[in-house]
Nanobody, 125 residues
Framework: QVQLVESGGGLVQAGGSLRLSCAAS????????VGWFRQAPGKEREFVAA????????YYVDFVKGRFTISRDNAKNTVYLQMNSLKPEDTAVYYC??????????????????WGQGTQVTVSS
């Protein structure tokens, strides 16, 4: 069993930065891949980024490449999402999710069993 808690969201102006954290409990967390997803009002939840259990492999959706960076510190049971050059369209609730998944499934929300409660990110223009 893994429990996830996101933090670091907030209100920021366009062009600004935020760093989200996903803190996990459970001894198996270091063996799980972790994904970040987001959901804006009236829209479906969408994939943002993912990282393998080792942290060696990372994956990004095209519209955040070059702006967002996912990383993890397994000693701290924490995964981070550094978000730079934020745009108003990045406004959403951001969720982290964890599970033992193959690379081909990391972008699919339905594949993850463990989810955090979400953290709101609001980017003003």
């Amino acid at each position: 069993q893994v429990q996830l808690v996101e933090s670091g969201g907030g209100l920021v102006q366009a062009g600004g930065s935020l760093r989200l954290s996903c803190a996990a409990s459970g001894r198996t967390f270091s063996s799980y891949a972790v994904g970040w997803f987001r959901q804006a009002p009236g829209k479906e939840r969408e994939f943002v980024a993912a990282i393998s259990w080792s942290g060696i492999r990372t994956y990004y959706v095209d519209f955040v490449k070059g702006r967002f960076t996912i990383s993890r510190d397994n000693a701290k049971n924490t995964v981070y999402l550094q978000m730079n050059s934020l745009k108003p369209e990045d406004t959403a609730v951001y969720y982290c999710a964890a599970d033992s998944l193959p690379e081909s499934s990391l972008s699919r929300a339905g594949g993850y069993d463990y989810w955090g409660q979400g953290t709101q990110v609001t980017v003003s223009s």
